[in-house]
């Protein structure tokens, strides 16, 4: 079974919108900046893929991934042509952190906050519309990958007609702190796959995208612009932080055998690649356990080059880009990889940017707790 | 029959609650918090770093594994790449995100201790179920408001229903510190009709099947999962009717969201009157456990799983219509009132 997407809409910090931004990746602009809003004298990671929508001298704004969240999804609204009259539609939005940055501003500065203002619900209601259920999960950094998983179980189901997937990132104080906790030397940058990557910075943005059956898109006279050929999922019940091969194997499997492809078959690989010695490690060793020799010829690409680690958000980012990359048939590029690490030394990753056909593209996501969620989209654009 | 969805393990983690004591004989009283000791239910190994909220929601999914007679030890779990975990908290992991943002502000990142960094993300309480039980299939932590633990239980249906696992572990959770209180006394405050309640440690956990896999291993069955109904809170009678199928006739009892908020009773009002002469019991459990807010719906589950081992029938679940704009029903049929409808 496939489904089809018939808009997407996304915010980062390299573009305001979906368009603007995969320009900017394909160009290989980079999001990374200086801490925005927090006191640089209290960390030692000092830069992080922020979205530059504060004033320094007005102090920092709560509520800001639910601003990034509805523009990502009134613009895939719009580009799928879906009119307020829609029914049977639910929302699904995948959130690393939710408002946890909202939650820090009233708890250390004050600022007012509602309980209801932690997930996003009411905020989406508000900025698009949509009268049917908002469910928020919180599933780490995998959270907008299984977010679309389940939006396409909905539609298997039959119990909705439509489905808009989001996912959403703040940067909070307290996740940039502890990851800075744990990295041995501050980065200044992420390096996926580099052997000199020295740690994860955050990013910060939105993504969205509306899926619905080929027929729904039939009867509204909208063209898929791609399909969901499916979403493989695990977790590897195995530790709180690390990950595990095994369990994103399985993941990655998963998501073939529901897509009903082999590995050969894939084209474009853009994977979870957070700059970290264990994951990127980990991942890597999955992928060649999974892809074989074929991992040799397979294009891979690491967006978190360019927009850091978007917690949450970072899956539906990567799966919005790659409809990009198989429409207009070219890749970003990897952003600062000088030397890959010794396990992806045969990997095919993409240093700049190619034009290249895409059929199929596989979208990786991995989250805190070993929960992997793995996208299989396939194009639709002849 | 194969995409029927059964109930066949309920638990509890209510530090006041007797042991033994249902959630139903609980109504009428108020509930006063009592000791936790969760090493004692869980053995100590593994706990020291747990938040309260993963304490909490741990014992109930122990508790409810064992109702459910499956292993309690990952090693040993039936089938774990097919069992999956859903778990329902809005509040569970604040306490720490607020500690840490206050140690920076206060000093140094240095300050902070990186054993915290699992539990600033949200999604601990799933995961860590997921360790300690040994569920390897997908793993969720729905964040949704009011009607999370409803929503929980729509989602783990679906994942069965898809094919995704043949075992979901459904979970609420809301834990009690000074953050939580905090908020949601504020939020209380601020709400168009302000509201004065109580917070407690709460934590519910079912185990639902696919009726084929319960069948397959003799399950005791407490519950088929019907429908699930959504709506804005301002038509939340909508939610009501979607979940029964325009049909009352089987449901004999209706928890309800707390009634104190005029508009919730004004709905129990609205909804009663439509049902006719052949009025159900209903329920609320605020008076006697206070605000439970993401646990609710799990809550009522497990309630439902007690009602209709005594009595059958149906029972209809509400949440929501306050601290939000929305409001979830969901429908639980006694199994053999689903076997001969």
Not at chain 1, 149 to 178: P, W
Not at chain 1, 253 to 279: K, M, S
Not at chain 2, 42 to 55: C, E, H, P, W
């Amino acid at each position: 079974m496939r489904w089809a997407v018939t808009g997407t809409g996304m915010v980062t910090s390299v573009g305001g919108d979906k368009d603007s931004s995969f320009r900017a990746l394909c160009n290989g602009v980079s999001g990374v900046k200086p801490l925005q809003a927090f006191d640089l004298t209290r960390f030692n990671a000092k830069h992080a893929y922020e979205i530059t929508d504060r004033n320094a001298d007005m102090g920092d704004k709560k509520v800001r991934a639910s601003k990034w969240l509805c523009t990502a999804v009134n613009e895939a609204i719009r580009s799928a042509g879906l009119g307020p009259q829609t029914t049977r539609l639910a929302v699904l939005v995948g959130t690393g952190l939710r408002e946890l940055r909202s939650l820090e501003l009233w708890w250390v500065d004050g600022q007012p906050l509602q309980v209801e203002e932690l997930h996003f619900g009411g905020a989406l209601r508000k900025a698009t519309g949509v009268r049917g259920p908002v469910l928020t999960f919180s599933n780490a950094c995998s959270s907008s990958n299984f977010a679309l998983g389940l939006a396409g179980d909905l539609l298997a189901l039959g119990e909705a007609d439509v489905v808009i997937v989001g996912g959403c990132d703040s940067i909070t104080e307290s996740m940039h702190g502890l990851l800075d906790r744990v990295n041995p030397t501050p980065p200044e940058r992420v390096q996926p796959f580099d052997r000199d990557r020295r740690g994860v910075l955050l990013g910060e943005g939105a993504s969205a995208l509306v899926l619905e059956s080929a027929e729904n898109a039939a009867q509204r006279n909208v063209k898929p612009i791609a399909w969901l050929r499916g979403v493989g999922m695990s977790c590897d019940a195995h530790h709180e932080t690390a990950p595990d091969r095994a369990g994103i194997r399985d993941a990655m499997a998963d998501a073939h055998r529901c897509a009903g492809i082999t590995p050969a078959e894939v084209d474009l690989l853009l994977v979870h690649g957070t700059g970290t010695q264990l994951n990127d490690q980990i991942e890597a060793e999955a992928i060649l356990e999974l892809f074989g020799e074929q991992a040799d010829c397979l294009t891979i690409t690491a967006l978190k080059s360019m927009l850091g680690h978007t917690s949450g958000a970072s899956g539906l980012m990567a799966v919005v880009t790659a409809i990009e990359c198989m429409n207009q048939g070219c890749i970003p590029p990897t952003v600062g990889l000088s030397t890959p690490m010794p396990v992806a030394e045969r990997m095919n990753i993409n240093k700049s940017f190619k034009t290249v056909p895409v059929r199929l593209a596989q979208i990786n996501a991995f989250g805190f707790g070993g929960v992997n969620a793995v996208a299989i989209l396939e194009r639709a654009v002849k | 029959m194969n995409d029927m969805v059964v109930i066949t393990g309920v638990g509890l983690e209510i530090p006041g609650l007797a042991d033994g004591m249902s959630l139903l004989q609980a109504v009428g009283g108020q509930l006063q918090p009592g000791p936790f000791n969760p090493a004692a239910k869980l053995g100590s190994k593994g706990l020291r770093y747990k938040d309260r909220a993963t304490q909490l929601a741990l014992c109930a999914a122990k508790a409810a594994l064992t109702d459910a007679r499956l292993p309690v030890i990952a090693a040993e779990q039936l089938s774990p790449a097919t069992f999956g975990v859903v778990v329902s908290s809005n509040l569970g992991n604040i306490d720490t995100v607020c500690r840490v943002v206050e140690t920076i502000r206060v000093g140094h990142v240095k300050d902070t201790s990186s054993l915290d960094l699992p539990n600033a993300s949200s999604n601990v309480v799933a995961s860590s179920l997921a360790i300690r039980f040994g569920c390897r299939a997908l793993n969720l932590m729905l964040c949704s408001g009011a009607t999370s633990g409803t929503d929980a239980l729509y989602v783990a249906a679906n994942a069965i229903r898809a094919g995704r696992a043949k075992r979901m572990l459904v979970a609420g959770v809301e834990s009690v510190n000074p953050a939580t209180a905090r908020l949601m006394n504020e939020s209380a405050i601020a709400l168009e009709e302000p509201y004065e309640t109580r917070y407690l440690d709460v934590s519910a956990a079912i185990m639902l099947e696919s009726a084929a896999a319960a069948a397959e291993r003799g399950a005791f069955c407490y519950a088929y999962v019907g429908n699930y109904g959504y709506s804005l809170s301002a038509e939340a009678e909508n939610s009501v009717l979607a979940a029964v199928d325009n049909d009352f006739s089987r449901v004999l009892l209706w928890l309800t969201p707390s009634c104190s908020h005029t508009q919730v009773a004004a709905l129990v009002k609205r909804v009663l009157d439509r049902w006719g002469d052949q009025r159900p019991d209903y329920l609320d459990f605020e008076p006697s456990l206070g605000e439970t807010y993401g646990a609710l719906g799990v809550l009522q589950a497990v309630a439902a799983c007690q009602w209709l081992r005594e009595r059958g029938g149906a029972v209809l679940a509400t949440t929501g219509t306050v601290w939000g704009d929305s409001c979830a029903s969901i429908c639980l049929y006694g199994a053999h009132e689903h076997a001969v409808g």
